[in-house]
């Protein structure tokens, strides 16, 4: 930690002075190309919307640019991203938070410090590699057991993301309830309740927000994930409820749109930006209700 | 009135105060891993008294109440030595529920940690647990409680409010209130004053003194002037250095703060010590 | 308001007619352990299960001509090197322009910025940015890097994407990383004469090392694995050669395994796989790494959690 001296130069103390005063651009940088990149995503949606009206995009059940004539009716797309996600968080949500429970009320100190590690680890498994699971192992398991069942489908999607999700719940969750004070839980204990009541009528209401802001942020993963759905769920924007169907979700339009040579100025390549939009507020929205409710209670 | 009795309480006329040992510490030890918390502390705990357990802190008094209701079973490595006998049988017993036993010796803490829910829910969360589901009879009971923590007046018409609504101070009240709702017959309580101001400090002191007719007490505190007060009966623990905590003395208030026999409790009483 | 009506006060029942509802409790908390048990097994399972099957559908095809040459029509041609090179690319790339920028977000935030509103505004964003999906990144990249800046479809395009898109991973960590640094720690320093700017970089920044070294790596594994904004911006799932500056289209080994994967021939599925293989190797590495040094660093300071 030695930093005395006698003397020091003028070029270096100005030099000091000169990056710290530019630190606070580091910050600003960023946030700013994101200022630009949505003024640039409404700006090209609204090109959209000069030759689409908002009344067949919202109300029109049929989304196919290319076929003639072409309908930009959003809600095929809304409703596969619909689909797949709920899929995906019946799978996260109660294995998610059983597991937070586990981890934080009853596991021993030791086996937490082995598990949430693991965790960690798990949670950095590439989305793309899920995409290949589904593909390739969950997908031929499905046909063994529901026969009629696409080979793009929505539930082998939707299983594999909710798998992926699994680890964000959990940690999240978990957080939320080893949070809440060990007094609070002893009193509860010390009144004759079972580790399992306390839990359930003390500790999961004490931490209700933080489990909840949760499955909020789970569910703008699952909307905004891209790479799983492309893979998996396919290309076919229909409205359907039937998860053995293939279904077209905002994400994997996007990237359909990315792949293909759309020319500059037609209505295809605005609805990239029109569809980016939705996704945006979607998922967006979401995390930002989730972090914004965690923090709501926090701060009573 | 007692709910249960699955012994009767023993009159012994042995004892030269004619009270029965409700609670009886033999020889206890307690450990965590390898650490040695407590060593061969040995007290008998008299029926309807309130018995004062004074110490240094970080002494292993609260390791000691804690014990008597096994609240430090929460901790996995936790090991016992010697036995605590509840109205003459060990707490340790294997046919013992832990849950029924904290049903008999309640728990109020250093600092108050209401539950999330309205101050009626919290009072009558441990009558809940057990199946008590009876609205009026809740309400009753809840109302009984309350007047003894004395904090019935300011919040009868406040019962359905969140707990978390009431100021700091206030807090320990219904804490207090939430553990007599089952008719505890011993009651812990851990510095339960210590974040409390002095008018407050004086009531609940107060509520101890009358509520030793209906359960026996047993209250930690580092503010000797308290428990000179209000304990019929004072314990002394100390912990040199680096070694578990032992009981030095035990015996009436009087005599300890008085007449101790033993220097270090001298030390202690008079203001030399820790 | 005080009742008339005489009402019991209730008492507990007796003792002993407690004990079936207290063992009907226990059964029940036996039983949601064994459950909860059993599901975390059954999801490990899976999880090991499918990575295994990727590894045994793989294997044949990791060979040493796989690893050096360039992807072919022809399936025993077929290698990733320029998906290799082209993430290896990413990942300096990304890093020589995320890690500055986020760890001087941080230290300004942290160390320099009057702690008022606009602060906790800035942090909140910062913090939101992760909230964004990954392809809205990719958008964002195609508006901005390969169409605005006309950096076309290059690495360099590749690279100011995922930079943006790591980049709250790296300021939130190095955040939290010099927050913990202990007041005693500063203000021995500056006692001893040094500057402020001093104080940052040679006591606080070296003290939050291994947090910030963490969110790196982390970062970096993030960066490695996202495919969906590189498509966007244009990364191709064929490109035979491998990039020679950063101004030349590329492909990366996630996107190698996406083209590969949409091929319904059995062997390219197998050749995705070994490129999988190829992709979580270094994946693992990076996030075991950080979560090692966390942990070390945690248990350094004196306790987990």
């Known amino acids: ?300 | ?274 | 308001m005080e009742t008339q009506r005489i009402i019991r006060i209730p008492e507990l029942p007796d003792l002993e007619s407690l004990r079936p509802l207290v063992a009907r409790k226990r059964a029940l908390e036996r039983a949601f352990l064994a459950i909860a048990i059993v599901g975390a097994v059954i999801i490990f399972g899976i999880l090991l299960i499918l990575l295994l099957g990727v590894a045994l559908r793989g294997l044949p095809y990791l060979t040493p001509t796989f690893l050096t040459s360039p992807p072919s029509r022809f399936p025993e041609k077929a290698g990733v090197l320029p998906a290799l090179v082209g993430s290896l690319w990413l990942i300096v790339l990304t890093g020589a322009m995320s890690i500055p920028v986020g760890v001087l977000s941080a230290v300004y935030l942290e160390e320099y910025a009057p702690r008022n509103r606009i602060r906790r505004w800035l942090l909140l964003n910062i913090s939101n940015m992760s909230g964004i999906p990954a392809i809205m990144y990719g958008v964002l990249g195609l508006v901005i890097f390969v169409k605005l800046m006309a950096l076309g479809n290059s690495i360099l395009a590749g690279s100011l994407t995922m930079s943006l898109l790591v980049l709250p991973i790296i300021v939130i960590s190095t955040v939290e990383a010099i927050r913990l640094v202990p007041r005693s720690y500063r203000e021995a320093s500056l006692a001893l004469g040094a500057t402020k700017w001093q104080m940052v970089t040679r006591t606080v920044l070296p003290a939050a090392m291994p947090g910030i070294v963490s969110g790196i790596l982390l970062a970096l594994a993030r960066a490695l694995g996202e495919a969906a904004p590189l498509v966007t911006i244009g990364a191709l799932a064929y490109v035979a050669h491998v990039p020679t500056s950063v101004f030349d289209p590329f492909t990366v080994l996630s996107i190698q395994i996406f083209g590969w994967a949409s091929r319904p021939s059995s062997d390219f599925l197998g050749l995705a796989a070994a490129a999988i293989i190829v992709l979580l190797a270094i994946v693992f590495l990076l996030t075991i790494a950080s979560v090692v040094i966390r942990t070390r660093a945690i248990r350094m300071r004196g306790g987990i959690r």
Not at chain 2, 44 to 61: H, L, M, Q, W, Y
Not at chain 2, 166 to 191: F, N, T, Y
Request: glycine fraction near 6%; hydrophobic fraction near 45%; charge should be neutral.
């Open chain 1, 1 to 300: 930690m030695g930093v005395t001296q006698t003397r020091r130069s003028p070029v270096t103390i100005a030099a000091e002075r000169l990056i710290e005063s530019l630190l606070p651009l580091f910050v600003l940088l960023p946030l700013l190309l994101i200022a630009i990149f949505l003024a640039f995503l409404f700006t090209n949606a609204f090109h959209f919307f000069q030759q689409v009206s908002l009344r067949e995009f919202l109300l029109e059940p049929n989304w196919h640019p290319l076929i003639q004539p072409p309908r930009y009716g959003i809600a095929p797309l809304v409703a596969g991203t619909l689909l797949t996600s709920a899929i995906a968080l019946l799978v996260a949500v109660p294995l998610g938070l059983i597991a937070a429970i586990v981890l934080s009320e009853f596991a021993p100190l030791r086996v937490r410090n082995v598990i949430k590690p693991i965790l960690d680890v798990l949670a950095g498994i590439p989305s793309i590699v899920y995409g290949y699971f589904a593909l390739v192992f969950v997908t031929p398991l499905l046909q063994k057991v529901f026969p009629t069942i696409e080979i793009f489908n929505a539930l082998s999607a939707g299983i594999v993301m909710g798998i992926m999700i699994i680890p964000l719940v959990t940690s999240l969750s978990e957080e939320s309830m080893a949070s809440v004070p060990t007094l609070v839980k002893e009193a509860a204990l010390a009144l004759g309740a079972t580790r399992l009541e306390t839990t359930f009528k003390v500790t999961i209401p004490y931490a209700l927000s933080g489990i909840i802001a949760s499955f909020l942020i789970a569910t703008g993963r699952a909307v905004g994930e891209t790479m799983i759905v492309t893979m998996a769920a396919g290309a076919t924007p229909r409205i359907t409820l039937n998860p053995l169907e293939g279904v077209q979700t905002l994400t994997a339009y996007i990237v359909q749109v990315s792949l293909g040579e759309t020319a500059l100025g037609t209505t295809g390549y605005y609805s990239l930006y029109a569809v980016g939009l939705v996704l945006f507020v979607l998922s967006f929205g979401l995390s930002l209700l989730g972090r914004w409710v965690a923090r709501w209670k926090r701060s009573e």
């Open chain 2, 1 to 274: 009135m007692t709910h249960m009795t699955v012994l009767s309480p023993r009159k012994s006329k042995e004892r030269e105060d004619a009270r029965s040992v409700h609670v009886s510490v033999k020889s206890f030890g307690l450990l965590y891993g390898s650490a040695r918390i407590l060593s061969d502390v040995s007290i008998d705990i008299f029926r309807n008294t309130v018995t004062a357990i004074i110490g240094p802190s970080g002494c292993g008094k609260t390791s000691l109440l804690r014990s008597l209701n096994r609240m430090n079973d929460t901790n996995s490595s936790v090991r016992y030595e010697g036995d605590i006998l509840f109205d003459g049988s060990s707490i340790f017993a294997p046919t013992v529920d832990v849950t029924l036993l904290r049903t008999r010796i309640g728990m109020v803490f250093q600092r108050p940690n209401v539950f999330p829910g309205s101050i009626l829910e919290n009072v009558t969360f441990g009558p809940r647990l057990f199946g008590v589901r009876d609205r009026e009879a809740l309400y009753a009971l809840a109302q009984q409680c309350l007047q003894q923590a004395a904090l019935w007046n300011e919040v009868k018409h406040l019962l359905h409010k969140p707990a978390s609504s009431l100021s700091g101070g206030q807090q320990q009240r219904p804490c207090i209130a939430r553990a007599l709702a089952l008719k505890p017959e011993v009651l812990l309580l851990d510095e339960p004053t210590s974040a409390l101001d002095p008018i407050s400090t004086l009531r609940i002191e107060e509520l101890l003194v009358t509520l030793k007719e209906q359960c026996t007490i047993v209250i930690v505190t580092h503010n000797m002037q308290q428990a000179a007060r209000i304990a019929d009966y004072t314990a002394f623990l100390y912990a040199e250095e680096g070694q578990p905590a032992r009981l030095v003395e035990y015996g009436k208030s009087a005599r300890i703060f008085l007449n101790p026999e033993n220097s270090l409790t001298e030390e202690y009483v008079t203001g030399r010590l820790g």
